[in-house]
C-alpha cells in the first residue's frame, strides 16, 4: 500500500535543512512549526488561496460567511447569481456594490443589498483566503515550496539571532564573544533566506518584511463641486 505523504513533516525537514548546525536543543518542533505558520501568513498575502463555495439561496438576505473566511484578511473577489444559469457565466457576476460583509457583533455576515437568492438558487461566491499545511494536505503551489520554507528559515534565524544576542539566556553555554559571532551569522543567514523569498516573488529585496497596509487618494470636490475647506483637491 502506497504510504500517505506527510506534509507537515516534508516542510519542517526542508527548513531546517536550510539551518545547518541546529539541534533540537536551538529550536523545538513546536517553534520551527510557529515559523513556518508567520511564513504561510506572510506567502499569503502576496499570493493568497482562492476558493469557490456555493451558497443554496433561500429566500433571505443575510447568510452564514463560507467556511474558509478569515475575518481581516479574506476578500470577495466576485458572486455569480444565480449561478449556472448564463451561458457566459460573467453575464450573472453581481455588482460589488450589491452585497457586503459585515459583523453583527457576534460573527461576519454576507449580506445581499438588493436582491434575495430566491430557493432552489445558487449564489457562487469566490473569495481569498490564507494557504495551509497540515500532515494531510498543503495548499502552498508546488512552485513556491522552497521559497515559503526559505522564509520559515529565515524567521528561525531571526529567533536563534535573538537568543545569542541576550548573555542571560542560559539555554546557550557559549562565552559572550562567540554568542555575538553566532549572532551575527545567523542574522545573516536569515537576510540572505529573506532574500530568496523576495526574489522569488519579485519583491523588493531592500524592503523588509512589514504589515499590510494600502492607501488610497481621496482628493475630490464636494457635491457642487465645492472645493474642502483645509485643502485644496487635485483635478486630475
Request: charged share 20%; glycine share 6%; with cysteine.
Amino acid at each position: 500500500m502506497p504510504t500517505t505523504p506527510d506534509f507537515l513533516t516534508t516542510f519542517l525537514t526542508r527548513i531546517l535543512e536550510k539551518v545547518p548546525g541546529v539541534s533540537t536543543d536551538d529550536l523545538t518542533a513546536a517553534q520551527v512549526t510557529a515559523n513556518l505558520q508567520q511564513a504561510i501568513r506572510e506567502y499569503s498575502r502576496n499570493v493568497p488561496l482562492v476558493v469557490t463555495v456555493n451558497i443554496n439561496g433561500d429566500g433571505n438576505y443575510e447568510y452564514t460567511i463560507p467556511t474558509g473566511w478569515v475575518p481581516g484578511f479574506s476578500a470577495i473577489q466576485q458572486i455569480e447569481y444565480p449561478a449556472g444559469i448564463a451561458q457566459t457565466p460573467s453575464d450573472n457576476i453581481i455588482a460589488p456594490e450589491k452585497y457586503g460583509v459585515y459583523n453583527n457583533a457576534t460573527v461576519d455576515r454576507l449580506r445581499f443589498f438588493d436582491t434575495a437568492p430566491g430557493s432552489g438558487n445558487i449564489a457562487r461566491v469566490t473569495f481569498t483566503t490564507v494557504h495551509s499545511v497540515v500532515t494531510a494536505a498543503s495548499t502552498i503551489f508546488s512552485n513556491d515550496f522552497d521559497s515559503v520554507c526559505s522564509l520559515a528559515a529565515a524567521f528561525c534565524c531571526f529567533d536563534l539571532a535573538r537568543r545569542y544576542g541576550q548573555d542571560n539566556d542560559s539555554f546557550i553555554s557559549a562565552d559572550s564573544v562567540d554568542r555575538r559571532s553566532k549572532s551575527d551569522k545567523f542574522l545573516s543567514l536569515g537576510k540572505s533566506l529573506v532574500n530568496e523569498f523576495s526574489i522569488h516573488f519579485g519583491l523588493n529585496k531592500d524592503v523588509e518584511i512589514v504589515a499590510a497596509s494600502g492607501t488610497k487618494n481621496l482628493d475630490m470636490y464636494y457635491p457642487g463641486g465645492i472645493d474642502f475647506l483645509t485643502h485644496h483637491a487635485v483635478d486630475r
